[in-house]
């Protein structure tokens, strides 16, 4: 069984940082992409973040590109997300997905889904 | 940026037929895939690559893609069909994921 599991979220100032985990198992991690996901309170799916299996290709939504930082360990089965210089608009609840292949591509799908990490950015 | 464009709701009768669509440029083009997300829970895909469903995905659950709009359509909904769904693409001139803004989808 597929399991993602978040963790790091929680209260901090704007201006603030946090490093979200999520820890994978039930698959080989290290032969597929993984990302980053938030919801906003009430709101849609936003993607954040993409990083291929290798951790080679990278890539960002536009509004957040400097700020936040992916990476993986696929050691550790680990995915990593570094959110520097918070805002009060990135308070959301962050979920750590698996993509369908080793890079995001034209096919790209989440195939798996984690619980999530809820990150508030309030002073 | 490369925009997806949902309806905010859709209503059904159960029994009856749902279809929630998806617009984009040339979304045709590209693959759509769709999300299915019940309230205090994490989504869950139930079409991708425009029209193939997940092991375990009812066969109620059907998908299209062609010119501007992708298509899902639930037939025979029931009340558990009850949920928000999400479009989804990848654009590859930004390598981006893109997401719809949702539907929320109503069984009355």
């Known amino acids: 069984e597929v399991q993602l599991v978040e963790s790091g979220g929680g209260l901090v100032k704007p201006g603030g940082s946090l490093r979200l985990s999520c820890t994978a198992s039930?698959?080989?991690?290290?032969?597929?992409?993984m990302n980053w996901v938030r919801q906003a309170p009430g709101r849609g799916l936003e993607w954040v973040s993409s990083?291929?299996?290798?951790?080679?290709?990278?890539y960002y939504v536009d509004s957040l590109k400097g700020r936040f930082t992916i990476s993986r360990d696929n050691a550790k089965n680990s995915l990593f997300l570094q959110m520097n210089s918070l805002r009060a608009e990135d308070t959301a609840l962050y979920y750590c997905?698996?993509?369908?292949?080793?890079?995001?591509?034209?096919?790209?799908?989440?195939?798996?889904w984690g619980q999530g990490t809820l990150v508030t950015v309030s002073s | 940026s490369y925009e997806l464009t949902q309806p905010p709701s859709v209503s059904v009768s159960p029994g009856q037929t749902a279809s929630i669509t998806c617009s984009g440029d040339?979304?045709?083009?590209?693959?759509a895939c769709w999300y299915q997300q019940k309230p205090g829970q994490s989504p869950v895909v139930v079409i991708y690559?425009?029209?193939k469903r997940p092991s375990g995905i009812p066969e109620r659950f059907s998908g299209s893609n062609s010119g501007n709009t992708a298509t899902l359509t639930i037939s025979g909904t029931q009340a558990m069909d009850e949920a928000e769904y999400y479009c989804?693409?990848?654009?590859?001139?930004?390598?981006?994921?893109?997401f719809g803004g949702g539907t929320k989808l109503t069984v009355l």
């Open positions: 690559q425009d029209y």
């Open positions: 040339k979304l045709g083009d590209k693959y």
């Open positions: 997905a698996r993509g369908s292949g080793a890079v995001a591509a034209t096919a790209e799908y989440f195939q798996d």
């Open positions: 039930g698959f080989t991690f290290s032969s597929y992409s």
């Open positions: 989804q693409a990848w654009d590859s001139s930004t390598r981006n994921v893109v």
């Open positions: 990083i291929s299996s290798s951790g080679t290709y990278i």
